[in-house]
Each structure stands twice: as C-alpha cells, then as structure tokens.
C-alpha cells in the first residue's frame, strides 16, 4: 500500500534483508551478508514456509527470467 492506495501486484513480492550501515562500516561481506539473510527467513515463523522464494539469490533469478 502506497500513499492510501493499494496496488496489484504484477509479480509476486520477494522479501530481502539489506545490510545496516553497521554491517556497511564493519566491511561485511556480501556472502556473510547472503548467509544471515537466508538464516533470517529459514528461523523466521513468519517466513519459514517462503525462505525458498526470499532474498536476494532469488530476486536475482527472477529478474534475469524477467530482463533477458
């Protein structure tokens, strides 16, 4: 929901955990990075059942199927 308004959605949403600017300044890497988002929608009850669909590995396959 955008500015009091909802929007259909053409594609299915994917959740992704983006690094703090903690983790930023501490030189996190991205696979560090990759590995604790995964473990966060795996343990998550919320997200448990979608972990396989969530984060940016599958964000990234699903706009390469979309872009080329």
């Known amino acids: ?17 983006n690094r703090s600017q903690t983790d930023i300044n501490k030189n996190v890497d991205m696979i560090a ?5 995964n473990e966060y929608f795996a343990s998550t009850p919320e997200y448990r059942h979608l972990a396989s669909r969530m984060g940016f590995v599958h964000l990234g396959k ?4 979309i872009c080329f």
């Open 1 to 17: 929901m955008l500015e009091g308004r909802a929007y259909k959605l053409n594609f299915p949403s994917i959740g992704v955990v």
């Open 62 to 65: 699903v706009l390469s199927k």
């Open 33 to 37: 990075a990759r590995r604790r988002e």
